[in-house]
């Protein structure tokens, strides 16, 4: 009751906390990007959690905001995610943030075709233009002409992302059909030992700033 959108029922209390957006958001799932084929527009992916300062930002600046979500609404078929209920798709949608991008964080912004395929994306989008960072309305309508006037190139580049985030996640992989190597125990240590050197004795945690707790 009082939802506007598709997010009231979930059991995620942050997709809840968006229930009332006007934007019409929808949860991760072939529903919506089966709705997003059917309308042949574009999917704006936003991955946040609970605990993220400017996912709450910009959700009140941008999605809070009636003229926003209406273009929003118009042209995109919106998902929000949890990425602490969905670490699985965090990770997929993190590596392609990071390698369009070059930068990685939450809120994370990600604009997908309608098979899922990233082909541009960022973190947190201001309401208002500012140095060296767009608005997200700007944003917006920049992929949607991107989208109409350069559909080819758009799908294109989409592709030749996937293909290259599908080869370096084969170059890691590992292959369970395949002899195992060798496990002793000095690897521990070492394991150890490499923690040790990226702790941060004085702010606590690994590695500098910024810390964004791990998903469960």
């Not at 809070?64 to 919106?78: G, I, K, R």
């Not at 997908?112 to 541009?120: E, M, N, Q, V």
């Amino acid at each position: 009751p009082g939802a506007s959108n598709a997010l009231g029922s979930e059991p995620s209390a942050y997709l809840r906390q968006h229930a009332d957006n006007p934007v019409y958001w929808r949860p991760f799932g072939d529903e919506a990007f089966a709705f997003a084929a059917a309308r042949d527009v574009p999917v704006f992916l936003s991955i946040g959690y609970a605990a993220c300062h400017w996912c709450h930002v910009m959700a009140h600046e941008s999605f809070e905001d009636q003229d926003t979500a209406e273009y929003l609404n118009a042209h995109f078929v919106a998902i929000k995610v949890d990425r602490e209920e969905r670490p699985d798709v965090d990770s997929i949608y993190m590596a392609a943030t990071q390698a369009i991008s070059g930068e990685g964080g939450w809120p994370m912004s990600v604009f997908l075709t309608p098979d899922g395929l990233a082909f541009h994306a960022g973190t947190y989008f201001p309401p208002k233009p500012q140095p060296g960072r767009p608005s997200f309305r700007q944003v917006l309508e920049a992929v949607h002409e991107a989208w109409l006037e350069r559909r080819d190139a758009v799908e294109q580049n989409a592709r030749g992302l996937a293909v290259g985030m599908a080869d370096a996640q084969l170059a890691s992989a590992v292959f369970l059909d395949r002899p195992s190597e060798s496990l002793d125990r000095s690897l521990l240590s070492e394991a150890v030992r490499l923690l040790a050197r990226s702790e941060d004795p004085d702010g606590g945690g690994f590695g500098g700033a910024p810390k964004f707790p791990p998903s469960a």
